[in-house]
């Protein structure tokens, strides 16, 4: 989620018209402080391709020839698919101290004012006060991470870690009284909803501040290798492309999320590419 330290509190001006403009202009819309993405204009866009199973499937019988006189053999029963056979491994928590712990549109936090135990990871910093901290496993794999993308050459900062429920509340409440519950529902997540909240979650960017928060921060070094090599460090990038109708938040390559090593590997290599589906939980596009 792409909200973020100092200017969190404070949403910038923006008018339905300006949302519009720069959703026609990117592609996507950029993440507003201490918000998720706005969405774009989708008539102005082709429908998004539906979700799939990326399990295998049998492959189509034979069509019969006049030199073929015996039926090709049936399909075999086509094998679970990744939401099916990883949902029975690996279960949603609603205990936010766990790492598979769901939080989105219809998912609130449990408690609501939850304030998880915090650390300040050894990493580049591009943020101060509370969003510089994590849980302390996420900091952890955090320091791991950020070593290992370094050393190969694709260097990344915090830029927003933990966020309060107070914080979030005045955020929030500041977009509803600026622009309206509409547009506040798409600009900033509700208290009580928010992923930084957690303390499993962060937003990460490229030293020099390079399309932060911004759609063009993916083909960043640093959002490739974090794509490419967070789950090997238990990341995920919670909110990828397309997938919005089942996230409820439009793509953000640099809001990464703790899931462990295990759960996150298992992501990866069955190409499943949200956590709802992942942990067998119904979309939740909004509230």
Not at 80 to 105: C, H, I, M, Q, Y
Not at 205 to 218: D, E, I, R
Not at 236 to 258: K, Q, S
Request: overall charge negative; proline content about 10%; some cysteine.
């Amino acid at each position: 989620m792409a909200e973020r330290s100092e200017a969190e509190s404070k949403p910038h001006t923006i008018t339905r018209r300006s949302l519009t403009l720069a959703a026609l202009a990117a592609g996507l819309t950029a993440c507003a402080p201490e918000s998720r993405a706005v969405p774009p204009v989708i008539d102005s866009f082709t429908s998004p391709p539906p979700i799939v199973s990326v399990g295998p499937s049998a492959s189509p019988s034979a069509t019969p020839t006049e030199a073929s006189t015996t039926a090709a053999p049936a399909p075999a029963p086509s094998s679970a698919s990744p939401a099916s056979s990883t949902s029975e491994r690996f279960s949603a928590s609603t205990d936010p101290g766990n790492p598979l712990v769901v939080v989105n549109k219809r998912l609130p936090l449990n408690p609501i004012d939850f304030v998880p135990q915090l650390t300040t990871p050894r990493v580049q910093l591009a943020t101060s006060g509370e969003s510089t901290q994590v849980n302390p496993t996420t900091a952890r794999a955090a320091e791991a991470m950020f070593a290992a993308a370094a050393a190969a050459g694709s260097p990344m900062t915090l830029l927003s870690g933990y966020r309060s429920y107070a914080t979030q509340a005045s955020t929030y409440n500041g977009w509803v009284a600026r622009e309206g519950k509409a547009i506040a529902d798409v600009a900033s997540a509700r208290p009580g909803f928010s992923e930084h909240q957690t303390g499993w979650a962060f937003d990460i960017g490229a030293p020099g501040g390079t399309c932060s928060v911004q759609p063009c921060f993916k083909d960043t070094p640093a959002a490739q290798w974090a794509a490419a090599h967070g789950h090997e460090f238990g990341f995920i990038v919670r909110y990828p492309w397309w997938f919005h109708e089942t996230t409820g938040y439009y793509y953000e390559p640099w809001h990464l999320r703790y899931i462990g090593v295990e759960a996150a590997t298992a992501m990866h290599v069955r190409g499943v590419n949200t956590l709802e589906e992942f942990l067998g939980l119904p979309a939740a596009p909004a509230y």
